[in-house]
């Protein structure tokens, strides 16, 4: 194995060592058994989707997408001539149901893990059907798991990847930003070796070969096992947050709902309409990620949606300053509110 940093220009599948060490890591992490050959190495998560796009799909071909979801992958999909189509979710994430009655879909993006922005997880039974339905139709699965390491009050479930049958169905894109840091721009794709050198052949002519220094020092990070280290820590300090702020949310608004609390670096927040004026005004002066789930909707069907609220690039002290601020306007308002008033409105 070489550890030499070197000024190369790299390979369009990403340094060989870092492949062989990501197979690994998402054999241990991830239940995903694959070799280096099916892994590419790409500038952060956005591009493995973009790169899947390009290659995957024609002018004009339907590409399912989550509603509400992730705006850029709809926008991506846009920009390679593809048409987003609005998939509504439920408890249990993606209704495939839906699928089976829409023209030239030829793809679906989906969050299965924690889903965004509401938060739930995919059931395996619907991960099965998503499955199923794709083997059917001859369409691709994009798993995008961009925050799966995370995991607190919830067992583990198998990636579509690693169901049966799935190697010519499903892309999984993973990402270390989350877990290190966003400005590393470093994630990666897996699926078929045939379609990992399609990408790789597109991919070569732009001279967009990867990050040979990054990706070495990387390799090495992940075969000293110090990944598996740090997303321990990472993950008992995110839970120390999260749990902080889902008590803080609880008591000073009993009556809220909070959803997708048990995985990833967000959670959701049903709220009545005057509480979430709150909320939100307390997130602003704290400097809190917290912003209307509506604005990730993409339909023209209006629904009532929660407040989404971030976690992971605050510490605990911002979050008992958000509560404590939280618990002023609380008290400030019901000190207003004259005897007897109830407020119904719901946010969205």
Known sequence: MRWVLTHDEGEPRGDPD?????????????????SPDAVMVTRGGTQAIELVFRECLARGDGIAIEDPGYPLARELAQVCGAKPVPVPLDDEGLRVEVLTGLPRLKAVYTTPSHQFPLGMRMSLPRRQALLAWARKAGALIVDDDYDGEFRYDAPPLPPLASLPDAENHVVYVGTFSKSLSPALRLGYLITNPALVERIAKRRLPLGDTGQPLIEAAMARFLAAGEIDRHVRRMRWHYDRIRRLLVEGLRTLLPDAEIGGAEAGLHLTLFVKRDQAEHVL?????????????????????RRSLPLVIGYGPVGQQAISAFLHELELSVKMSQRRQPPGLEISAECG
């Open 18 to 34: 870092l492949r062989r060490e990501i197979a690994a890591y998402v054999g241990h992490a991830r239940g995903l058994s694959v």
């Open 281 to 301: 005004a307390a997130g602003q002066k704290t400097g809190m990620f917290i912003d209307k789930a509506d604005h990730f909707q993409f339909s023209p069907i």
